[in-house]
């Protein structure tokens, strides 16, 4: 992509745009709004492929990132609120499903240890997790949504979190043997 | 290992899951340009999180939205050879070739306004009311010598960002424009890279009415973007119309 070669930036979409979109649809729960934030991250990543680095892992939590990034702005966004109010857009939630045809065997042994590694956090470490993975809300936002003090919801994110690194950075460290 | 440090570790895991606000925040991307252990830390959570949509249950994007990105960084990657096809000696005269179009589509603008204003209501005075959209000069201190022009479509959706004089960002650090309303969360623009002349052209998704918005800003955030800003302003616009 460096070299402004679009068929690089193919093959990084039919890699990666499944996973974009399909994060992009459990935030913002609507697939024109999720169309949207796939088609921002893809061409985020085309305007600054010069600072892109190949060897920061094996998945690309930086494409992640942008997608996740722009899903929350939109999720924030007054017309955006509007619809959830009214009923338009039902906000998706985590739970996995038998994997599509398309998955490769790899890919679908990595998100069962994903799904196994979420479902063995305890409920209160996942929740605060989910709710600002997935919801973008802030500490103090989670500790109202939960009813908790934040010390408390700093430690369950804290706790959940190296629980979540402990299981899961083994399998997609890049210094990782294949 | 000072209390304090051991404070900040305790907010690593937070401020990867972007959930810091304020002076918290602020205080966190700080440390971790420092502290090599909280930006290992750091990198290590970021990764698990990128990895956290794998376990969702997979679905395949629209077929027509590849031909959408496709057809967008084609013309971008146009855009940038034919920089590279301008002669170095005529390179001078792209910027006030530049600010002599936005002139006169803003002298049309006007004339335009003017027209509606004289006719009656009619089918030639809807043909009339498609403005050429809205045109707004940031500018500041924060960067000597930068400037950024936002022209906004007239659907008030879209709109072209273009920078010149800004610094060429390290790895790791991006520029963030931000849609500020009046009492409301700050909304992100995008982000954007300047090119080794300090210089960038940009497609922006506007996120909300201009009317609405009470300051457009641009601010330096970590490469991935920002929810808030979390730096100056490096250069602001609060008046256009």
């Known amino acids: 992509m460096r070299g402004g070669d679009e068929t690089a930036l193919e093959v990084l979409y039919k890699r990666y745009a499944g996973l974009v979109f399909t994060l992009a649809l459990r935030i913002v729960g609507d697939r024109e709004l999720a169309r949207e934030v796939l088609q921002d991250a893809f061409l985020r990543c085309w305007d600054g492929r010069e600072t892109y680095d190949a060897g920061r892992g094996r998945v690309p939590w930086w494409l992640i990132g942008i997608a996740r990034n722009r899903a929350i702005d939109l999720l924030r966004s007054r017309p955006h609120q509007a619809r959830l109010r009214e009923g338009e857009i039902i906000p998706g939630d985590a739970r996995t499903s038998d994997p599509g045809p398309w998955e490769a065997a790899d890919a679908v042994g990595l998100r069962r240890a994903i799904t196994s590694a979420l479902e063995s956090l305890p409920t209160a470490q996942r929740r605060a997790i989910e709710l600002a993975y997935y919801g973008g809300l802030t500490q103090s936002e989670i500790a109202s949504e939960l009813g908790e003090p934040l010390g408390t919801v700093k430690s369950w994110t804290r706790e959940g979190m190296e629980r979540l690194r402990i299981s899961l950075w083994p399998l997609i460290d890049p210094k990782r043997e294949e | ?241």
């Open chain 2, 1 to 241: 290992m000072t209390e304090d440090h051991e404070q900040l570790i305790e907010n690593v895991a937070a401020y990867a899951l972007d959930s810091l606000e304020g002076p918290e925040r602020a205080r966190m991307a700080a440390h971790v340009g420092t502290c090599e252990r909280c930006a290992s830390q750091l990198e290590e959570y970021q990764a698990v999180l990128g990895s956290l949509p794998i376990g969702l249950a997979p679905i395949k994007p629209p077929a027509e939205a590849w031909t959408a990105i496709r057809t967008a960084a084609l013309q971008r990657a146009s855009r940038g050879r034919m920089e590279r096809i301008i002669p170095t000696k005529w390179r001078w005269a792209t910027w006030p070739l530049a600010v002599g179009l936005v002139t006169g589509m803003l002298a049309w603008s006007v004339w335009i306004q003017r027209e509606i204003s004289l006719r009656p209501p009619g089918p030639d005075v809807e043909a009339l009311a498609r403005r050429p959209g809205r045109l707004v000069i940031l500018t500041g201190t924060g960067v000597q010598g930068a400037s950024a022009r936002l022209l906004v479509a007239v659907d008030g959706r879209h709109g072209h960002l273009a920078i010149a004089g800004m610094r060429p960002l390290p790895p790791g650090r991006t520029y963030q424009l931000w849609f500020v309303p009046a009492s409301a969360t700050p909304a992100t623009g995008g982000t954007f890279v300047v090119d080794t002349a300090g210089r960038a052209w940009v497609s922006i998704a506007v996120p909300m009415s201009l009317d609405e918005t009470h300051v457009i800003a641009i601010t330096e955030e970590p490469s991935s973007g920002s929810r808030a800003p979390t730096g100056n302003y490096l250069l602001e616009a609060n008046a256009w119309r």
